[in-house]
T-cell receptor
């Protein structure tokens, strides 16, 4: 069964450093998403991406965050200067059609720990 | 702003019995609801969905009920199996700019006892 692949599974970084979280969506999917889950809290929407541009972003997704699809397969989330409160599980998701799909396919997540 | 609420953080059920997970929402613009299941160290997995034009959707052992007037939905699992032990998230969506952004509840941890 097709999967969304995320790397690395766990990343530890110093506060203030830049991190790039990588995702390989399912190959025929056109809509891409990042969500995060702070430990013990709910899964929160960060950003959606379609046709090489951001479709929607949440208030969490401030200027420190950016997304990119650098080639035909990868979808990345960059955090420019990490803060302690950025520590969370980050989930990438993709869907074939943004408005008709019943649900996304999520990756297994990257645990980001900012120290 | 908790638009989607799951008020029970945990639930324990005996194997073979019915599990009922509840979810309440506040935004009347939501028109699509989903349940996701999550195992430790894995991403959420889509389970079942329901559109606001329906009040029930069934898929095998899983049934989702939607009560629009009460802004309430529930997931019934019958019979419950030990492999159903996981965290269940309710999620809701309103169509925006052609893509579905989901608002998740905080989850309910289901434990099915053998």
């Amino acid at each position: 069964e097709p999967e969304v692949t995320q790397t690395p599974s766990h990343q530890v970084t110093q506060m203030g450093q830049e991190v790039i979280l990588r995702c390989v969506p399912i190959s025929n999917h056109l809509y891409f998403y990042w969500y995060r889950q702070i430990l013990g809290q709910k899964v929160e929407f960060l950003v959606s991406f379609y046709n090489n541009e951001i479709s929607e972003k949440s208030e969490i997704f401030d200027d420190q965050f950016s997304v990119e699809r650098p080639d035909g397969s990868n979808f990345t989330l960059k955090i420019r200067s990490t803060k302690l409160e950025d520590s969370a599980m980050y989930f990438c998701a993709s869907s074939e059609r943004g408005d008709l799909d019943p649900g996304y396919t999520f990756g297994s997540g990257t645990r980001l720990t900012v120290v | 702003d908790q638009q989607v609420k799951q008020n029970s953080p945990s639930l324990s059920v005996q194997e073979g019995r019915i599990s009922i997970l509840n979810c309440d929402y506040t935004n009347s613009m939501f028109d699509y609801f989903l349940w996701y299941k999550k195992y430790p160290a894995e991403g959420p997995t889509f389970l079942i969905s329901i559109s606001s034009i329906k009040d029930k959707n069934e898929d095998g052992r899983f049934t989702v009920f939607l009560n629009k007037s009460a802004k309430h939905l529930s997931l019934h699992i019958v019979p419950s199996q030990p492999g159903d032990s996981a965290v269940y998230f309710c999620a809701a969506s309103a169509p925006t700019s052609g893509t579905y952004k989901y608002i998740f509840g905080t989850g309910t941890r289901l434990k099915v006892l053998a």
